[in-house]
């Protein structure tokens, strides 16, 4: 019996002090995700029995369809509870997804301090450092002993998101240096912090792109990072864990474009199917329109299609073929980017690279493709394709996979140069492309070739 079965034949058991006693030993995560699968009254009564401590948490786990749901059925009084056990960056991500009315009843139940702190994040862009950083980290001051610091850690430690690495800050709150807990537990208790602490902090700046301090926390293993104002004034740090929700949210943002598809926050099975249809009509409206293109393409060429009617069956392959080798590349690209392994600097080497794939990819294509024409479509299907219409399927097949994998390349990279999102320059655009290219090319090298044409 799974989770979502356990809890509903409790509820319906009216077992509440079983019910208790089977969440309380399970995870905030599994909880949430076990909720979301009743129906709102069965939340409703579920969520009642958890400690305040775990409702918190499990709260935040929550969808924020069921957060508001909740949200409207409390007190001005249990709303104040549950925003006390709640991280700053925490309620802040729930305030930026919940409608008018409910923001109202978040910051009239909050005090004045946490207030001040929510508009203060709240005023950061959408895509900075500041706007997922949170406000509880454990500072201590350089003149410290290491007793007095161990002291001050766990005085205040159980109010902040992580006390694993401290910050010790000036009374101007400057951000001086960064100890480890580590640190101070191997030091002696007399010695000052100031002494062992690492003066050398790497940090971001509150508007920093959250993209590129994820990257930084990735490149040397931190567990948190401090975020500074224009002052070097230490005003949040921002965790692994929300670091992991950027490159989540990043990477499936990134996927959706690669796929043609304008991004959306919610999960699949929550947005609805007149959404789900808005997100998707635009790339296709467009793919198609520009797919014109192929077709005046076709349409031009229809005396030598006409002369030579053995070419039109090899159009699919043509087009998929250099779709495909242009895809690959722009794939390749697109990730190299996101990492920070390509820069625009490096576009030289990149297509100098890539050509010489292409050369291989095409030359390997080009020879199996002509023996399957003489072998499989002429023999065994019986199709009667002439040489010379094979010989112009091969070389089309090494040209159009050359400019496949130009374009796949440096599409991505002149997009990011001009400050565009790279995935958006993926497959289907990228195809599309590629189509109207393979077609010029096969057609200008059959009048060549082909001497009745």
């Not at 809890?7 to 058991?13: C, R, Y």
């Not at 959408?126 to 766990?154: H, K, P, Q």
């Not at 003066?199 to 509150?206: R, W």
């Not at 958006?424 to 090319?441: E, G, Y």
Request: hydrophobic share 45%; with cysteine.
């Amino acid at each position: 019996m799974d989770m979502k079965e356990k809890i509903a034949e409790l509820l319906e058991q009216k077992n509440y002090a079983g019910l208790k006693e089977y969440l309380s030993a399970e995870t905030p995560q599994d909880i949430a995700q076990a909720l979301s699968d009743l129906d709102e009254e069965q939340i409703l009564v579920a969520y009642r029995v958890l400690p305040k401590e775990t409702a918190a948490e499990v709260f935040v786990e929550m969808p924020p369809e069921e957060q508001e749901m909740l949200i409207k059925t409390f007190s001005d009084a249990q709303l104040k509870l549950l925003l006390d056990e709640m991280y700053m960056d925490d309620t802040v991500d729930i305030i930026e997804e919940m409608p008018a009315n409910v923001v109202k009843r978040i910051l009239r139940s909050s005090d004045p301090e946490t207030r001040k702190q929510i508009n203060e994040l709240l005023h950061y862009p959408e895509d900075s450092a500041g706007s997922i950083m949170t406000t509880e980290y454990v500072t201590l001051r350089e003149n410290m002993t290491v007793e007095e610091a161990l002291l001050r850690i766990r005085r205040t430690g159980i109010d902040k998101e992580t006390v694993y690495t401290c910050y010790v800050t000036s009374p101007a709150r400057v951000l001086l240096g960064v100890v480890s807990v580590k640190d101070l537990l191997v030091a002696s208790d007399d010695q000052i912090v100031g002494d062992i602490m690492d003066s050398h902090v790497i940090y971001a700046n509150t508007n920093e792109d959250k993209e590129d301090v994820v990257k930084e926390m990735a490149k040397y293993d931190f567990l948190a990072m401090p975020v500074v104002d224009k002052e070097k004034r230490l005003v949040g740090i921002v965790t692994l864990d929300d670091a992991v929700d950027v490159l989540t949210d990043e990477a499936t943002e990134d996927i959706e474009k690669m796929a043609a598809i304008v991004p959306s926050d919610k999960p699949y099975l929550r947005t609805g199917v007149f959404e789900t249809w808005r997100k998707r009509i635009p790339w296709l409206l467009l793919l198609m329109v520009s797919a014109t293109f192929t077709g005046q393409i076709i349409t031009g060429f229809e005396a030598a299609l006409a002369s030579s009617v053995a070419l039109t069956a090899f159009i699919p392959m043509l087009m998929d073929t250099g779709g495909n080798a242009g895809s690959q590349a722009s794939v390749t690209i697109i990730r190299g980017l996101a990492l920070g392994e390509i820069e625009m600097k490096d576009v030289f080497r990149v297509i100098w690279k890539e050509l010489r794939v292409a050369l291989m990819c095409g030359a390997v294509l080009s020879v199996c493709n002509f023996g399957k024409i003489m072998l499989v479509d002429n023999l065994i299907f019986g199709n009667d394709v002439p040489v010379n219409v094979a010989l112009v399927v091969c070389l089309t097949i090494i040209v159009t996979i050359f400019f496949s994998k130009l374009v796949g390349s440096t599409l991505p990279m002149i997009a990011k140069k001009l400050g565009f999102d790279p995935a958006v320059m993926a497959s289907p655009f990228i195809t599309t492309i590629v189509d109207a290219l393979s077609l010029l090319v096969y057609f200008g090298i059959a009048t060549v070739v082909i001497t009745n044409l």
